[in-house]
């Protein structure tokens, strides 16, 4: 679940903006030219590597102190809207691709220096950008991949995925890998947007959304294949129904030793590799070629700063260093769920996972980096998309009827933008 801004928060929080309200930054009334600036974010499991990054920053810069606040996701988004809604927003915080175009119009983020996101990927990059400014830089990416259980591939004698394969090599291991007997399936088919069916869509030739944000894609032909794509495969009976994710989530699946394949994160390495019998047995790949293109959403967190921080020299200073080389070394080496993102800061993270080809996946998969597809109020024509396509995935209506219905509906919201 991804937390999405709503249109009336929006109008709460550019209320707001007009109030006289200050950070959470402690001021300094003594004139000593020290700084207390604050930063939030959402994963206790960052924590040892955010306190790290925070240490590198303090050390070169003594006279500004950082305090690390941690807010579990499900309270994160509640908390922030609370503070910024008060004026009183966190001088530095986490902030995703979703949500930044609604804080940004709010008048809660700063614009940042274009500047200091050079070196970082693009696509993730220009997520981050409203009105022609940048509100945020990323600091880390995910990267979905086709993960795969070498066993059952073994049991089956079918040679394992390569970084050439296409959706038809997707479909005729599947077929194989599939054993009734067994209550073996051949893939997951789960309804994943970043991962799975956004990709699919883009790798027939269609789009989620066009470039300018004004127009749905999901009517386009060839996004239609890209949904199709998966449909099909659970009507032939190769991928599970749609039911079974009612009742367990596709990673704790995938870990069953049920299902030979699964379109999953590369940042899931962590995961898997807690379970050493799990790890023994799994690798991945880049995401296959679709029948137009190589494609693959990337979706990374950025940290943006509080247009009403009391000290946005230093809090700006520091969203710039957690996206530079020395932070971006600290996280990779932590060995995380978290990929840095800058350019040959990676190596501690692939490294921490030797059973995995991760490298050989990003050295695939950056090249055909889209930006995950967003608009000023994303939420609703997600609800919309999460909704219909549901019949779909269930087989209750043909793709093709729902993908138009989101496109009429995701129209009439996006006209209202």
């Known amino acids: 679940m991804r937390f999405r801004l709503t249109l009336a928060v929006l109008t709460a929080l550019t209320a707001a903006c007009g109030s006289s309200g200050t950070s959470g930054s402690s001021g300094d009334p003594s ?5 207390t600036i604050s930063y ?6 960052d924590q040892a590597s955010a306190e790290k990054i925070i240490a590198a920053f303090q050390q070169a810069n003594p006279n500004v102190t950082v305090k690390l606040e941690i807010t579990p996701w499900d309270q994160y988004w509640t908390k922030l809207q609370t503070a910024a809604s008060g004026g009183a927003a966190p001088d530095v915080f986490w902030m995703n691709s979703l949500n930044v175009r609604m804080y940004a119009k709010g008048g809660i983020l700063a614009p940042l220096d274009e500047s200091k996101a050079q070196g970082l990927t693009p696509a993730v990059v220009d997520g981050y950008r409203y009105d022609g400014k940048l509100y945020g830089l990323p600091h880390n990416v995910g990267i979905p991949a086709l993960w795969y259980d ?3 591939f073994d049991d089956a004698g079918v040679a394992y995925p390569t970084a050439d394969w296409t959706w038809d090599d997707v479909k005729a291991a599947a077929k194989k890998l599939t054993d009734p007997a067994k209550k073996q399936f051949g893939i997951l088919a789960h309804m994943w947007d970043q991962g799975a069916f956004y990709p699919t869509m883009y790798q027939a030739g269609g789009e989620v959304i066009s470039a300018d944000g004004k127009k749905s894609g999901f009517d386009n032909p060839a996004s239609i294949q890209g949904l199709e794509f998966w449909t099909s495969m659970i009507q032939e009976k190769v991928a599970p129904v749609a039911e079974v994710y009612a009742d367990t989530d596709s990673i704790t699946l995938f870990q069953s030793g049920k299902y030979g394949m699964f379109y999953g994160g590369a940042w899931l390495a962590a995961t898997f590799a807690a379970n050493p019998e799990v790890a023994e047995r799994i690798d991945l790949v880049a995401l296959p070629k679709g029948p137009a293109k190589e494609a693959v959403i990337l979706l990374g967190l950025a940290n943006a700063v509080s247009a009403k921080t009391e000290h946005p020299k230093e809090a700006a200073a520091f969203a710039e260093f957690v996206a530079s080389e020395p932070a971006q070394k600290i996280l990779a080496d932590a060995g995380g769920g978290a990929l840095s993102l800058r350019e040959g800061t990676q190596d501690g993270w692939f490294k921490a996972f030797p059973n995995f080809h991760l490298k050989e996946t990003y050295d695939a998969s950056l090249p055909h980096g889209v930006p995950y597809p967003v608009s000023l109020n994303t939420a609703q024509w997600q609800d919309v998309q999460n909704k219909l396509l549901a019949e779909a ?20 919201i996006l006209a209202k933008e």
């Open 40 to 45: 939030a974010i959402w994963d206790k499991n």
């Open 393 to 412: 995935w269930a087989g209750k209506r043909p793709v093709a009827d729902v993908a138009k219905e989101i496109a009429t509906q995701m129209n009439e």
């Open 31 to 35: 004139g000593s030219g020290k700084a």
């Open 150 to 152: 070498k066993k059952i």
